[in-house]
């Protein structure tokens, strides 16, 4: 396997990966991110995701098979990026690669933030590989996240 990391955009076929992706049970206990069920998933996708004009959204391939997704948006005055990537990617790299490129080729909005979860050790670290530092620590319900920020060049 070559590994081969590519961004493409987002293909309805996509969200039905995606929505696994985000129901991986490590995914939700890494991420203390709350699944949606299907139908709020796909409204999701459909009006704050695809139907956001100001949404930056790219689905990530590996050797032309979807791995996962890459997504900026605005809240309030900041933009923010967050991606899932389905398990069988994790540990590889291809993390590193997809974000490394979507920064490159794809989000020029700087600064650019990042709130994982405290104790999601890979997000954290895929974070500072791709140059974003952390600046505080936030609370999303129960639960504690790390602000992170990439600053302009």
């Not at 923010?80 to 291809?94: L, Q």
Request: aromatic residues 12%.
């Amino acid at each position: 396997m070559s590994d081969d990391v590519r961004l493409r955009d987002v293909e309805e076929a996509d969200l039905e990966l995606f929505f696994e992706h985000e129901h991986d049970p490590e995914t939700v206990r890494r991420s203390k991110f709350v699944p949606r069920e299907r139908e709020r998933f796909m409204t999701h996708w459909a009006t704050r995701v695809l139907g956001d004009s100001t949404a930056m959204v790219r689905t990530v391939t590996v050797d032309g098979e979807v791995a996962g997704n890459i997504v900026s948006w605005w809240e309030e005055e900041k933009r923010f990026i967050g991606y899932v990537f389905g398990r069988r990617f994790w540990g590889r790299g291809v993390g590193t690669r997809a974000l490394t490129l979507y920064l490159r080729q794809e989000e020029p909005i700087r600064p650019l933030y990042a709130d994982p979860f405290s104790g999601n050790t890979g997000s954290v670290r895929l974070l500072e590989r791709c140059g974003f530092r952390r600046v505080e620590t936030v609370r999303h319900g129960e639960h504690e996240h790390l602000m992170f920020v990439l600053e302009p060049i």
